[in-house]
């Protein structure tokens, strides 16, 4: 399973996993992100302006190198020639000498980014690659939202914490820029990004190696059927089962930003109007943002310290994306609740299972076993015509992912009557919340 964030959709900047493409993968790099808002001086804001500008424009050239040898059929320009031929040269000429002003390090790596775009892309054409397909990479433009910079540990950052909540990052040739440390870093960070965000405000971002601490091991295997009205249904092996809802308030949120978003659409280009309606929407963007990845947070470390095995569905991400937007927030949630529980799985020893897309988990009955085909989304109790138990749509599907893991012999072994209390239309349950009748798309 690839993690791919659509186009427009907050990047998952807080999680690095490394996730691979088969079902069952458990391979997990225990490296963090620790983010942090930064508060650069006037002077500092105009050196990352630089930077940032001057990790575009190398970028770009990488971009427009390789095209050009594509067009003229020449053969893939390799890593060392483009660096000579972008840095090391371009810096002696007179349209590129300006790079000399910023550091070299993150000019470097954004050279590797677009080198690394450029090959996932050609690897996605000739279909070496597993997953959707990748798209050409785009040229990135001054105007784009977010703007980064990345200084791994040779260009020599520093990182000072103190005893009362301000850290500094000194980056070289943009100074010791002081951030908010609202969380003590766990070890020495082996890399350091800036960010500019759409709302303007700034943020390091650090990668960490975080120690395994691995918890006891438990009977318990959990299913969590992730939901458009709710965040996720969880039915676990011990018959207990729950639903979660989405945080509270989030949806209001939500409406303000689709209505802020409108807004924006009816403002002159270029105006005074539209810059501040841009703000507003990339504030409660990211007030969004923050709510939901602040609920995945709790939920995952909760499954997983509850669970030895946590099975969700997988889904395929890019596709559904495409359709709609209540659509793309639900898939982009969806994947960060999963690297989320992969990261947390891989910190405290448990394991995260991804069921296979095509498991019809809510064409067949789990007491009984029985397939009843595709059932509309409005459908959200029915009646299994073989056994007769009234099933209920998501927990009977939370029941058929957990069990998909064949790892619940347990249940098995108590027969129907634990599955039926866990998958019936009529339970006792941790938080009784009645499905939304209204609902957007359709699924298997
Ligand atoms: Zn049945």
Request: net charge positive; aromatic share 6%; charged share 25%.
């Amino acid at each position: 399973m690839r993690m791919a964030v659509p186009n427009g959709m907050p990047a998952l900047a807080n999680i690095i996993v490394f996730l691979h493409d088969t079902n069952y993968s458990v391979s997990v790099s225990l490296k963090k992100r620790y983010a942090y808002r930064a508060y650069p001086s006037k002077g500092q804001e105009r050196a990352l302006a630089r930077l940032f500008g001057s990790c575009r424009v190398v970028f770009n050239d990488v971009l427009a190198a390789r095209s050009q040898a594509h067009e003229q059929g020449l053969p893939f320009p390799t890593s060392g020639e483009l660096s000579k031929k972008l840095l090391t040269d371009a810096k002696r000429t007179p349209e590129r000498a300006w790079l000399t002003e910023v550091s070299s390090v993150p000019l470097q790596q954004s050279l590797a980014d677009a080198d690394r775009a450029y090959r996932n892309f050609f690897d996605s054409l000739k279909k070496k690659r597993k997953g959707a397909k990748i798209g050409r990479p785009r040229f990135k433009s001054r105007r784009d939202n977010r703007q980064a910079a990345r200084f791994t540990k040779n260009a020599g950052f520093k990182v000072e914490q103190t005893s009362h909540g301000v850290g500094f990052a000194t980056l070289p040739k943009v100074g010791r820029v002081r951030f908010a440390l609202s969380r003590d870093l766990p070890s020495k960070p082996s890399s350091v990004s800036v960010i500019r965000q759409a709302d303007g405000t700034y943020q390091v971002s650090f990668v960490v190696d975080v120690a395994e601490t691995p918890l006891p091991e438990s009977p318990r295997v959990a299913g969590v059927d992730v939901g458009l009205t709710h965040l996720a249904h969880i039915a676990s092996n011990d018959g207990a089962r729950e639903v979660v809802d989405n945080p509270r308030h989030l949806r209001a949120t939500e409406r303000r930003l689709a209505a802020a978003q409108r807004s924006l659409s009816r403002k002159k280009k270029d105006s005074a109007n539209r810059r501040k309606a841009r703000l507003n929407v990339a504030k409660l963007h990211s007030t969004v943002r923050n709510t939901r990845l602040d609920h995945h947070h709790k939920l995952a470390l909760r499954l997983v310290r509850e669970n030895q095995t946590v099975a969700v569905e997988g889904l395929n991400v890019k596709g559904l994306a495409r359709t709609r937007m209540a659509k793309s927030i639900h898939d982009a949630g969806w994947a960060t609740l999963v690297t989320l529980l992969k990261e947390k799985a891989a910190q405290y020893g448990r394991e995260i299972r991804v069921i296979s897309q095509w498991e019809p988990t809510s064409q067949v009955c789990s007491v009984c076993g029985v397939k009843d085909g595709k059932k509309p989304l409005s459908v959200r109790v029915w009646t299994c015509g073989d056994c007769g138990t009234v099933l209920d749509r998501d927990y009977n599907a939370a029941v058929n992912i957990m069990l998909a893991t064949g790892l619940v012999e347990s249940l098995n072994a108590c027969g129907p009557d634990v599955r039926r209390t866990l998958a019936c239309a009529t339970g006792v349950e941790a938080r009784t919340h009645r499905t939304d009748p209204t609902l957007i798309g359709e699924d298997a």
